[in-house]
């Protein structure tokens, strides 16, 4: 006995057919072994056959009630088996109902899936096409941008050029950088654009540095911009053929991205074939720049129009910025709307996708539970079917029974008792029958009530098919609704792309016609540049020529002015000496003091500090002059000659020389020092043994004199000393210095000092013995050396007589040297001292007296001599017909300026005193003889006439001076 498996039920076709044992043949087989066959009992077990045999030999002859009974039973089971039968045709119907929903339901799984995936794709397919349409805006905006920028700065160059502005580094905030800050926010591509456009931006402005440093002269254009402006040009198709070309690379990498989607291909290649269309108008629109470009250079407009156009082209091109503003603004906000429909086109389709897998989910569930549930029933159907086939083995015993029969046919009570028992039995099968009968109904209404369940089901999944068109549908209307806002946005895009493309050709047109009025001017500009270029070619050349035509004039100018300069100098210096001579000639003539200035040098004493400073300048070119500042004032004096500091003693002594030599002539001479203390006074008229000064220089200037005269005239040379100190005169020479010394008037005119001792000298060794004898009497006489030098005033008187040999005429010359000071009284610290006060005043009035007889002539009728007793000594050597020489010592310092001014003030005003011209004091032989007579008469009564002393011992002899 085999059993079969619900697996090989479920496996059974639409159309059922029953299993059939191969090995037996059985042509057309009975209903019992159909339904056996059906219920899978083997059809060579007795059971049945024996049923039907037996159903067949009821017929034939036995007893009616058994017959009856089996024939109820075999029927009953027939009906059973039948029940079965459509039971399980029922649930093969039902499992395949649950199959083929199974399958509809994987196949509606797959529609979805697919859907999915090609909603998937057709919002991959959107994006990217946006993205395609948004980055060939954006380079589009790009290319505008660039092409803007380049020609706002190329207008702004202009316009720097026109108003003769250099051109700013820097430049305003443009449109075209807004624009750049909108590209900024683009994606990868944009970036890699902008990168790109930077690139350009650095070569642009390498170029536009290039074409500045062309471009020196601000205000004009030449050949060089304009190429440049070509290049330019040239620079932007080139950008623009490769943008196109990534642009075209972008749209093949899309479309081989995108291959298949047959919608998306359509559009981009509807965008490429407008952005080919953009590109060959641009194309088209350059050549016939060019062609323009070329036509141009034959016209020609003036500057103020060229100004007045590129003013116009400004204005164009703001109007043109701000279209693009616009523009893009414009192409902004419908860039937003449509990612925003985009995004809630995926949200719903997504929502959408949600609700189907839930929807689907749920479905499934449902379905896995039936499954179950059926599952279930058959197996308790299987094991009904068990319970039945146990039956069924227990009715294949039933032979058993017919034995008993045809035993109870011998033997009756025995078959009887069979009878009953199979009766029982019969009850009993009658019963689980009748239980069986109940199970296949319960089974019935529950295979009932699972049709009504797999009817909800299949209506369930009918709504759910339903549902699922009507979502397809809703999809597919949402597709073409999107399909057709995809449209709307393509056309927005491809009319905005128009506009653009309109712009662009505008702009290309604004600026051709820019260029086409600028171009005369520039080709003008180039000209003039070109000539200016070539002189400036030529410029170094003339300029070197020029130079050195130049450096020749000027070498020649030079050394003809040098010469110049030479002979003036020497004509100059000759005037000079000439100048000096007449003024000598005219002072003596005019018989005017000689005033000579001396600036001793910056010593030790003048101490340090801004008092020290020097305030003395000299007149390099003339000798003459000397300036001093005092109290932050400058003035300048004008002296018969200024020694500088640096002059030495033997300098001074060579100018007083021909003075000296003048007493040798005869003449009366008088040299004194003039000076504050301190100014260096005693150091030119007595210096230092080493370097002596002007006192013995002089006497020794008359011993050469002398002994050159020698062969013709012989000399006699006296030397006296006297000294005026607090108005008391004394002799230097004499034994008694104290004695006080008279000064009296000559009868025969003239004054003369009663008691002066005069020693004869003969050589300069005799000077220096006087003069050591007049400082040892001056030492002797006061106390305190260095106060006394200071307030009194040594002179040194020299007498000079010369007698021809031949005439035996005599000249008489006087030489009086002497120092003076000028220190004012309160300058010299004595105030407190009365008899210091004295003294300082004597010197004082001594020396106004001195400055009064400096007087014109004129005046000189009530010059006071007799208010000193030195200006009453010198009274005819100042006022009379003698050669007097002032040598005024000046102190340098800034702490004596005023002293110094004073100084100045007093030796300018001497200057012009005039004293008349000076006479030589000649005797002839006969005055002479008569002088000599008289005086040798007088020798004994009038008075004491000493004798020169022998030659190396001077000794002081007292005797009247030769009064003249
Ligand atoms: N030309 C000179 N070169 C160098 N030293 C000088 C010169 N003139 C003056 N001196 C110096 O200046 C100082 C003052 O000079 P000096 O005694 O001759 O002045 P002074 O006018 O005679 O003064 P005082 O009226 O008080 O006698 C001295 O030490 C002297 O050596």
Not at 368 to 375: A, D, F, G, P, Q
Request: charged residues 35%.
């Amino acid at each position: 006995m085999s059993r079969r498996s619900p697996r090989n039920v479920f496996n059974t076709p639409k159309t059922y057919q029953p299993s059939r044992s191969s090995s037996r043949p059985s042509p057309t087989p009975s209903r019992t072994e159909v339904l056996l066959e059906e219920l899978g009992i083997e059809t060579d077990d007795l059971g049945i056959q024996q049923l039907e045999s037996s159903s067949g030999s009821e017929g034939e002859g036995s007893e009616d009630g058994d017959h009856l009974q089996a024939e109820g039973l075999s029927s009953d089971a027939k009906v059973l088996h039948r029940e079965l039968s459509q039971v399980k045709i029922e649930r093969d119907e039902l499992l395949l109902r649950v199959k083929t929903l199974r399958e509809k339901s994987d196949h509606y799984q797959q529609l979805a899936n697919k859907e999915k995936t090609s909603k998937s794709q057709q919002i991959k397919i959107l994006r990217k096409t946006h993205e395609n349409q948004l980055s060939a805006k954006s380079q589009l905006m790009q290319n505008l941008h660039d092409i803007i920028e380049e020609q706002e700065g190329k207008i702004f160059e202009l316009e720097a050029q026109l108003q003769g502005t250099p051109i700013p580094e820097t430049r305003p905030s443009t449109l075209s950088e807004r624009v750049r800050s909108l590209s900024d926010s683009l994606d990868k591509l944009q970036a890699q654009m902008a990168l790109m456009k930077e690139k350009q931006m650095v070569e642009g402005t390498s170029s536009k540095q290039e074409q500045n440093k062309e471009n020196t002269t601000p205000g004009t254009i030449n050949n060089s911009q304009m190429a440049s402006y070509l290049t330019e040009i040239n620079h932007l198709k080139k950008k623009l053929e490769d943008s196109n070309k990534t642009n075209q690379k972008l749209q093949e990498e899309q479309l081989h991205k995108i291959k298949g989607l047959t919608d998306n291909e359509k559009e981009v290649e509807y965008l490429k074939e407008e952005m080919e269309k953009m590109r060959k108008e641009k194309e088209e629109t350059e050549e016939k720049y060019q062609e323009k470009l070329k036509n141009i250079t034959e016209e020609g407009k003036s500057k103020k129009k060229q100004e007045a156009e590129s003013f116009a082209l400004k204005e164009r091109m703001k109007k043109m910025k701000k279209q693009l503003e616009e523009a893009s603004k414009q192409h902004q906000t419908e860039l937003k709307t449509l990612e925003e429909e985009k995004r809630e086109l995926e949200e719903r389709l997504k929502d959408e996708m949600k609700t189907a897998g839930e929807e689907k989910q749920r479905l499934e569930k449902e379905f896995v539970k039936e499954k179950l549930k059926m599952e279930e029933r058959l197996k308790e159907q299987d094991s009904l079917l068990t319970k039945v086939e146990s039956e069924f083995e227990k009715l294949k015993a039933s032979p058993k029974v017919v034995e008993v029969e045809v035993e109870v046919e011998v033997e009756s009570e025995d078959l009887k008792a069979a009878l009953t028992r199979s009766t029982g039995q019969c009850e009993e099968l009658k019963a689980q029958i009748l239980k069986l009968k109940q199970l296949c109904e319960a089974g019935v209404t529950d295979l009932q009530a699972k049709e009504v369940e797999n009817m909800e089901l299949s209506k369930q999944i009918s709504d759910q098919e339903n549902e699922l068109e009507s979502l397809k549908a809703e999809v597919e209307q949402e597709i073409i609704a999107m399909k057709k806002d995809k449209e709307n946005a393509l056309n927005n895009l491809k009319k905005d792309m128009r506009r653009q493309s309109d712009i662009i050709s505008h702009k290309y047109e604004a600026l051709r016609t820019c260029f086409t009025r600028l171009r005369p001017g520039l080709l003008m500009i180039g000209e003039e540049y070109k000539q200016l270029r070539a002189l400036c070619k030529q410029f170094p050349a003339m300029l070197n020529k020029a130079i050195e035509e130049t450096k020749k004039e000027i070498q020649q100018a030079l050394e003809s002015l040098e010469d110049r300069n030479l002979e003036l100098e020497q004509r100059y210096h000759k005037e000079l000496a000439r100048r000096k001579k007449y003024h000598n000639e005219l002072v003596d003539l005019k018989g005017n003091i000689r005033v000579f200035c001396r600036v001793r040098p910056i010593i030790k004493e003048d101490g340090s500090g801004i008092m020290a400073k020097n305030v003395v300048n000299f007149d390099l070119d003339d000798d003459g002059l000397i300036s001093l500042v005092n109290k932050t004032r400058r003035t300048t004096y004008e002296m018969d000659k200024v020694f500088t500091a640096e002059a030495t003693q033997q300098e001074v002594f060579a100018e007083v020389e021909p003075l000296v030599v003048s007493s040798v002539d005869g003449y009366n001479v008088c040299i004194f020092a003039y000076g504050q203390t301190g100014s260096g006074k005693t150091f030119s008229m007595e210096g230092p043994p080493s370097n002596p000064g002007i006192n013995q220089r002089a006497l020794q200037l008359l011993f050469t004199e002398v002994e050159q005269r020698s062969s013709e005239w012989e000399y006699s040379i006296k030397v006296g000393v006297m000294e005026i100190y607090n108005e008391n005169l004394r002799d230097l020479l004499g034994d008694n210095p104290i004695a006080k010394l008279d000064v009296k008037l000559n009868p025969e005119g003239g004054l003369h000092v009663p008691g002066l001792t005069e020693i004869e000298v003969e050589s300069a060794s005799d000077i220096n013995e006087v003069f050591q004898i007049g400082r040892k009497n001056r030492s002797t006489a006061s106390t305190d050396m260095n106060e006394r030098s200071s307030r009194s005033h040594a002179l040194l008187c020299v007498t000079v007589t010369g007698t021809n040999l031949r005439t035996r005429t005599k000249t008489i010359g006087l030489l009086i040297c002497r120092p003076a000071g000028s220190e004012r009284v309160g300058k010299s610290g004595s105030n407190t001292d009365a008899d210091r006060m004295k003294e300082a005043q004597n010197i004082n009035k001594s020396l106004s007296a001195l400055v009064m007889s400096s007087r014109p002539k004129r005046e000189a009728s009530h010059i006071p001599y007799r208010n000193s007793k030195l200006t009453y000594l010198l009274q005819e050597s100042l006022g009379g017909d003698s050669k007097t020489l002032m040598l005024v010592q000046v102190s340098p310092v800034a702490k004596n300026s005023g002293e110094s001014q004073c100084t100045l003030s007093f030796a300018q005003r001497v200057r012009s005193v005039e004293l008349g011209s000076a006479k030589k004091k000649v005797e002839t032989a006969e005055i002479a003889a008569l002088r000599e007579r008289l005086s040798q008469y007088e020798n004994g009564a009038v008075g004491q006439y000493s004798s020169p002393k022998p030659k190396g011992t001077p000794s002081s002899r007292k005797g009247t001076p030769k009064a003249r």
